[in-house]
């Protein structure tokens, strides 16, 4: 019993030094990485307003009687809004204005498509919003780093609360992926699956956990919404591309987290103070 007790310990240090020497490694690429994952689900977005105008702006004329000026109006937003705020991002300018401009495409995108009454997109469009908070979370810190000389009271509050907010929301992803069936391989896949996710919901080894997630949910994300595997003209192709891409900007929100790490308000933050 103490040969197996010793074994689990240096397995544990061996998962932890892999998981230091990853972070090390790609410390300077990572938040990049991220943001480039995030920002995907808009990018394709916004080209895809560029390259199927006329069909938008006829489903939005069409669905809500709106005319043809404001369904016009909706189309034109989409594209400037989403373009631009992925340039904006990626260059690292105004990068607060940019993410509540995506704030408001989410809200604008969940009303027109009437995404407010399906539970499952609402928890992605939400998880999304999440990544969106965790780089509002990263542009303040990058703008604290600008005064590194200035004394402060410590990490500001909301900041904090972002991080917080965005964990939080990044696991209603997940829940849309749970399978409800009795297989021995969903049990098991639902039982890890919400063990991690409440571990970085809590920010309890949060690092590690968000890690392990950006893994499964690559594997899930390239196996299950295989796009480029199905014909153009079908219309299944258009509904994996959009859960593709979605699935890949919560994976950039989660590569935020470990890139950033959970946030004053977290366990891992208050087992420092202990």
């Known amino acids: 019993m103490q040969y197996l007790s010793h074994l689990s310990v240096l397995s544990k240090v061996g998962v932890w030094l892999l998981c230091l020497q990853f972070l090390r490694v790609t410390k300077q690429y990572l938040p990049h990485l991220a943001r480039l994952c995030l920002i995907s689900t808009f990018l394709e977005d916004g080209i895809r307003m560029w390259f199927q105008w006329n069909e938008q702006r006829d489903y939005i004329e069409a669905t809500w009687s709106c005319g043809y000026f404001l369904a016009t109006c909706f189309v034109l937003i989409n594209l400037i809004g989403q373009l631009g705020g992925c340039v904006l991002i990626l260059s690292r300018n105004f990068v607060q204005y940019a993410c509540f401009g995506l704030f408001g495409i989410i809200a604008l995108q969940t ?98 956990a968000a890690l392990t997630l950006v893994v499964w949910l690559l594997a899930i994300n390239v196996y299950f919404n295989a796009f480029w595997s199905v014909p153009a003209y079908k219309p299944m192709h258009d509904f994996l591309k959009y859960d593709f891409f979605q699935t890949t900007s919560v994976i950039g929100g989660l590569l935020l987290v470990v890139a950033l790490g959970p946030g004053g308000v977290s366990m891992d933050e208050k087992k420092k103070e202990w």
């Open 111 to 208: 009303v027109a498509y009437s995404i407010l009454w399906d539970l499952k997109f609402l928890m992605r469009n939400l998880a999304l919003g999440g990544g969106l908070l965790l780089l509002l979370a990263e542009s303040r810190s990058e703008g604290k780093s600008m005064f590194a000389g200035v004394p402060s009271m410590g990490e500001s509050s909301p900041k904090q609360y972002m991080q917080l907010g965005g964990r939080v929301l990044l696991v209603l992803m997940f829940m849309t992926l749970l399978h409800f069936d009795s297989s021995f391989f969903s049990i098991l896949q639902n039982m890890v699956g919400t063990a991690l996710i409440i571990l970085v919901a809590i920010g309890f080894k949060t690092k590690l």
